[in-house]
């Protein structure tokens, strides 16, 4: 069982789960400030049943609580629109622009959370991914993402080098991301792109990389030798989702 505790979290559950035609909850409620209250009213109207709870008995349950918790019978709280890779691909018909996500060991849940807050922002299709999610991290995941865990859909790949050909065998392009890669900004990178992100400590798996089409980076100048990966995410999807619109263009002028 887990429980969620961010008001954004649980608000976005609560209306995933009314439009996926789901269920959720109780939702447990200790100390109705106004927050809470938003959250009851909410749940009044999805039909999610309400439940009032002592103090104590909702700390046992959910420690970092805010005087309410969504109780959801998803073991990891990531339920929303999970399909394999192989569904995925059969559902994408003849989607042009079409944005895959391949996360290589990031681990760190409140990174894999900003992640998808920028995954539901520039409309990626899907965030393919080899660890299993701990049911620990749910309730991390679910409040870093701003509640966005409900709506970006996400797959899991045991092998992602697999994985990766699979998707270049669907038409797409895979991009890793690299410091020392060309600036984004004058790749072209419209169409179907597989953009793969690697963990902060040691990047893209070898195996993985050489499954790339190019390498990609973020010119910048900074006194430090990278951004962070949600960070870095963001730039790039924003740069993929611009040339999907826009044509070329050299930011610096060069």
Known sequence: MTYLTGFHAIGEKIKSCKAQGKSCGPLLVAKAGPRAREMVELAIECHVRVNRVGSFELDGLAPDNRGIALMTEDSQGLDNLNPSLEEFLKRLGGKKNALVLILDEITDPHNYGAIL??????????????????????????????????????????????????????????????????????????????????????????????????????????????????????????????????????????
């Open 117 to 254: 807050r920028c995954c539901d922002q520039f409309e990626v299709d899907l965030v393919l991914s080899r660890n299993r999610r701990n049911a620990k991290n749910a309730e991390v995941i679910s409040k870093t993402s701003a509640g966005t865990v409900s709506y970006v859909p996400q797959a899991e790949a045991a092998n992602l080098v697999r994985a990766a050909g699979q998707l270049k065998d669907a038409g797409f392009w895979l991009y890793g991301a690299d410091m020392q890669g060309a600036p984004v900004y004058k790749k072209d990178l419209r169409g179907r792109v597989a953009l793969v992100l690697g963990s902060e400590g040691s990047g893209i798996s070898r195996l993985l990389r050489e499954c790339c089409d190019d390498m990609v980076g973020i010119p910048s100048k900074g006194k430090i030798d990278s951004l962070n990966v949600s960070v870095a995410a963001g730039i790039l999807l924003y740069e993929i989702r611009r040339q999907a619109v826009s044509p070329l263009t050299d930011p610096v002028g060069g």
